[in-house]
C-alpha cells in the first residue's frame, strides 16, 4: 500500500524558532494535508494543499505541496509552546475511492 | 454546536467480549471513517462509509465489523476483541463528494482488551 514517510520520529526546538518538517512518498497524491494533535485530542486539519506546488500559510504556518507531487513541507515560525503536539501529514491519491493515507507523524517539543 | 461525538471515552474489556465504540456527528457528512492509533504505527484506517448504508475495507479491518443504517451515526464493533485490539480509535468525518482528506476527528475512544 501506500506510504508516507515523516522523520524524524521527535523534533525538540526552542521557543522562537522555526521548525520545518517534510513528507516524502513514492507514490503520488493529489492531494496533501497537514493535522496537528494536541495530547488527548483527535488530531486537527491545519492546511490542505491541492495543485503541485502550491503554497499556503496559515498564521504561523506554511505548506508547499512538491512538484513532484510526492512530498510536502511544512513549516512553523517562530515556535511558541502551544506548538506542542504530533503533526501528521496525510495524501489522498486521485480517484473517487481514493483512501486517505496518513504518515506516522513527528512529536514536536518546544522548551520554553 | 456538538460536532462529532465519540462514546465511551475509556473502556476496559477482556479478551473475547464485544464491544461497541459509538460514533454520532451533527453535520449530515456523508463520510465517517474509523481509525485507530498505535504507537508506532500513526493512524490506521479500519473501515469508512461514503453514504448510509454504504461501508467498505480500510487499510486493517480484520476483527472489526461497522454498519451505517443512519447518517449520523457509525458504530464500530470488535465482535471478539483481542488484547491487539488495544489501542486510542477515532471516530471521523468528512463533508466533501468524493472525499477530500479534510476530516473532523472526534476525542477518541481508548479502548483497553485484558
Known amino acids: 500500500g501506500q506510504q508516507l514517510n515523516q522523520s524524524p520520529q521527535s523534533m525538540f526546538i526552542q521557543e522562537g524558532e522555526d521548525v520545518s518538517m517534510n513528507c516524502t512518498s513514492s507514490?503520488?497524491?493529489?492531494?496533501w494535508l497537514w493535522y496537528k494533535q494536541d495530547p488527548g485530542e483527535g488530531p486537527v486539519l491545519l492546511i490542505a494543499l491541492y495543485k503541485a506546488g502550491e503554497l499556503t500559510s496559515n498564521g504561523r504556518l506554511t505548506a508547499q505541496f512538491g512538484i513532484t507531487r510526492k512530498d510536502s513541507f511544512l513549516n512553523i515560525s517562530a515556535s511558541i509552546p502551544s506548538d506542542v503536539g504530533i503533526y501528521f501529514c496525510a495524501g489522498l491519491p486521485r480517484g473517487a475511492n481514493s483512501k486517505l493515507t496518513f504518515g506516522k507523524g513527528i512529536t514536536l517539543s518546544v522548551r520554553p | 454546536d456538538a460536532g462529532i461525538t465519540q462514546s465511551p471515552r475509556y473502556k476496559i474489556t477482556e479478551t473475547g467480549r464485544q464491544v461497541t465504540l459509538m460514533c454520532h456527528q451533527t453535520?449530515?457528512?456523508?463520510?465517517m471513517f474509523w481509525y485507530r492509533q498505535d504507537l508506532g504505527h500513526g493512524l490506521r484506517l479500519i473501515y469508512y462509509s461514503a453514504a448510509a448504508d454504504i461501508t467498505d475495507k480500510g487499510e486493517v479491518p480484520d476483527g472489526y465489523v461497522v454498519s451505517r443504517s443512519k447518517t449520523e451515526n457509525f458504530p464500530l464493533t470488535l465482535e471478539s476483541a483481542t488484547r491487539s485490539q488495544t489501542s486510542v480509535y477515532f471516530c471521523?468525518?468528512?463533508?466533501?463528494?468524493?472525499?477530500?482528506?479534510?476530516?473532523?476527528f472526534g476525542e477518541g475512544s481508548r479502548l483497553t482488551v485484558l
Open positions: 471521523a468525518s468528512s463533508s466533501g463528494t468524493p472525499n477530500t482528506g479534510e476530516l473532523f
Open positions: 453535520w449530515s457528512h456523508s463520510y
Open positions: 507514490s503520488i497524491f493529489n492531494t
